[in-house]
T-cell receptor, first 114, second 114 residues
Framework: DTGVSQDPRHKITKRGQNVTFRCDPI?????LYWYRQTLGQGPEFLTY????????KSRLLSDRFSAERPKGSFSTLEIQRTEQGDSAMYLC????????????FGPGTRLTVL | AQTVTQSQPEMSVQEAETVTLSCTYD???????LFWYKQPPSRQMILVIR??????QNATENRFSVNFQKAAKSFSLKISDSQLGDAAMYFC???????????FGKGTKLTVNP
């Protein structure tokens, strides 16, 4: 069990560019979550998948954000036309349902928008 | 709506001493779960302890224990025999049964003094 992995670990981009992050969950986990964490705050929920279905999206997830989990394994989070306010740590977590189980977090992708 | 409040932005403790971190929460649901997560500097978030709301017995994990007061909606974390490696941000989090998303508090930064 290698844990949840995220790529890249750091991303610096210019305002207006598109960025894509990848998350690989723990292999047997069927649920995958995305959170955003800004400096000095706790993580905020963005969205989650059960297998390939996106079951819930936060109002924080504007039209510029899209997430996919096409084969129920890895997931991507894309931000289009990045803004300076998008600068944050993007965390991915996974868990196994049907029980409410512990969410295991990846190391995160730190995004800096210049 | 669910909320989690951590009223102590920072705490410090001497090595080998005991410290208690506070957390209060609000939810209208009867089926929910509470968690304490630890986030060391520049490292990923890891689970410290979890508590099912339907269980009256307080959860314990080695040096970590909770005081779960359901009526008061309080969920404090006690760390006994503090070690230098316990220094981190500690986040209290809540999830409702059927929702699965975690709602986090703003965190408490714990410093352990040698």
């Amino acid at each position: 069990d290698t844990g949840v992995s995220q790529d890249p670990r750091h991303k610096i981009t210019k305002r207006g560019q598109n960025v894509t992050f990848r998350c690989d969950p723990i292999s047997e986990h069927n649920r995958l979550y995305w959170y955003r964490q800004t400096l000095g705050q706790g993580p905020e929920f963005l969205t989650y998948f059960q297998n390939e279905a996106q079951l819930e999206k936060s109002r924080l997830l504007s039209d510029r954000f899209s997430a996919e989990r096409p084969k129920g394994s890895f997931s991507t989070l894309e931000i289009q036309r990045t803004e300076q306010g998008d600068s944050a740590m993007y965390l991915c977590a996974s868990s196994f349902s049907p029980s409410t189980d512990t969410q295991y977090f990846g190391p995160g992708t730190r995004l800096t928008v210049l | 709506a669910q909320t989690v409040t951590q009223s102590q932005p920072e705490m410090s403790v001497q090595e080998a001493e005991t410290v208690t971190l506070s957390c209060t929460y609000d939810t209208s649901e009867s089926d929910y779960y509470l968690f304490w997560y630890k986030q060391p500097p520049s490292r990923q978030m890891i689970l410290v302890i979890r508590q099912e709301a339907y269980k009256q017995q307080n959860a314990t994990e080695n040096r970590f224990s909770v005081n779960f007061q359901k009526a008061a909606k309080s969920f404090s974390l006690k760390i006994s025999d503090s070690q230098l490696g316990d220094a981190a941000m500690y986040f209290c989090a809540l999830t409702q049964g059927g929702s699965e998303k975690l709602v986090f508090g703003k965190g408490t930064k714990l410093t352990v003094n040698p």
